[in-house]
């Protein structure tokens, strides 16, 4: 891709994410990304998007059409032979990737477990008050679903982090207490994130309980796929 | 005996094995099953009309997307002939029946999809599904790359603003449901 044209860093950021920059052009983006926090956030944001979409319409076995009065009818009929080709040669599509669909009619935070017993709480920022309503709502659902052997994961990316982060987080002693309390209540970081503040030079720890997940998107969207409910803070 | 009446073509084949790709594309589009359907079959029923424009092979997904990009704008004039299709949102973004489901990640983001305007929706489902490339999508949608990059990038940030609500709308929906 020609992006000699391209003066806007953010356009470039999306074509790296897209795979629209050769090697050169590559290399010269992840320079900046080393550089900048905030670049690397966006990238990953762009990343979860991304997969946010895929999620969202899987492929899936179509139905034969409706009638629609627009069209042709000599057009159906050479689709519909079509179609019977379809049932040869196809087979059965899988439905593996379908998102689980719950009844999703009525549930509030408070009556949450009436639906649903795993959910993962997903928290990418360390604004003071998102911190906060991460581990009220996770220790809410924690709560709910012990009764019902269910689980929660509270999964950290980016910014959202610092909640396990040991030196940046205020809720060191808090976080302990309800992994105490809640052995069904897990805290995951993102490995990719870990890895970017490694590369600039900071060590980072985390508070005691904490697991690591290689990549935070894959984490949620491999867990919504085996049916988990997804809360984004 | 009857064998070789049922035995679709090469080309058949190909259309066959694209079909549930461009339904998944139809209906991130227009976010209607029926409707994508029949856009899908109406396309499929116009490549076969026209399967001798196709001169390469390796283009037949792009031709496709083309081909139902076409006959959507197609249905879109037919039916709104007096909206500017450029400019065409999903008027409830915010309706009941939405919030209703807000906790399904799907439907947030299926939501979010829908609500963006016609020619942004198009360019981030033919990159972020089908993974076209710029070059791909500037000639389905005949509109030049940079205009491609420009629309990605306002359809991206519209998205993470409409999949992350801001904390005071969050509380006033909860209060709502509080009995």
Redesign the interface.
């Known amino acids: ?1 020609d992006i000699s ?2 003066s ?1 860093r ?2 470039l950021l ?2 790296l994410a ?1 795979g ?1 920059l050769d090697a050169a052009q590559s290399r010269e983006v992840l320079t900046w990304l080393e550089q900048e926090p905030a670049l690397q956030k966006e990238l990953c ?2 990343q979860r ?2 997969h ?15 009638k ?1 009065p ?2 042709h009818y000599w ?2 009929a ?2 519909y032979l ?1 179609a ?3 049932t ?3 087979g059965v ?1 899988s439905s593996h990737y379908l ?1 689980h669909w ?1 009844p ?2 009525g ?3 408070d009556n ?1 477990a009436e639906y649903d017993n795993r959910f993962i709480v997903f928290l990418d920022s360390h604004e003071p ?2 911190l906060e ?1 991460a581990l009220n709502k996770a220790e809410n659902l924690a709560q709910q679903v012990g009764r019902k052997d269910g689980s929660v994961y509270i999964v950290t990316s980016a910014e959202g982090i610092d909640l396990l982060r040991l030196g940046a987080t205020q809720y060191e002693s808090r976080i302990i207490q309800m992994s105490q309390k809640y052995p069904h209540l897990r805290f995951v970081a993102c490995s990719n994130t870990l890895y970017s503040y490694k590369q600039r030079g900071e060590l980072v720890e985390l508070v005691e309980p904490t697991e690591v997940a290689p990549s935070a998107v894959e984490f949620v969207v491999k867990h ?1 796929q085996e049916g988990w ?4 803070i | 005996m009857f064998s070789h009446y049922f035995r679709p073509n090469r080309f058949d084949q190909q259309l066959t094995e694209q079909r549930p790709k461009l339904h998944r594309m139809a209906l991130a589009w227009c976010n209607d099953p029926a409707l994508a359907d029949d856009l899908v079959q109406d396309a499929l029923a116009r490549a076969l009309e026209k399967q001798e424009q196709l001169r390469d092979e390796t283009r037949l997904s792009g031709w496709l997307y083309k081909i139902l990009h076409n006959t959507w704008m197609e249905y879109l004039r037919a039916r709104k002939p007096e909206l500017d299709i450029d400019d065409m949102e999903l008027t409830c973004t915010d309706c009941p029946e939405k919030q209703f489901v807000a906790g399904q990640i799907v439907d947030q983001v299926r939501a979010a999809v829908s609500a963006l305007p016609l020619t942004q929706r198009q360019v981030v489902t033919l990159v972020d599904l089908e993974g076209c490339s710029y070059e791909q999508v500037a000639l389905i949608l005949d509109i030049p790359q940079g205009t491609v990059m420009s629309r990605l990038s306002r359809a991206r940030e519209a998205m993470r603003k409409q999949l992350q609500p801001d904390i005071t709308q969050e509380q006033s929906r909860h209060l709502r449901r509080v009995k």
């Not at chain 1, 409910?229 to 984004?232: E, L, P, S, T, V």
């Open positions: 891709m044209h391209v806007n953010n356009d999306h074509a897209d629209q944001e762009i998007l991304k946010l979409i895929r999620t969202a319409y899987p492929l899936a076995e179509t139905k034969p059409a409706a629609h627009y069209r057009r159906q050479a689709v079509l019977l080709g379809l040869f040669f196809a599509n998102p719950h999703a009619e549930i509030t935070l949450a008050a998102k309503k919504m409910r997804y809360i984004a």
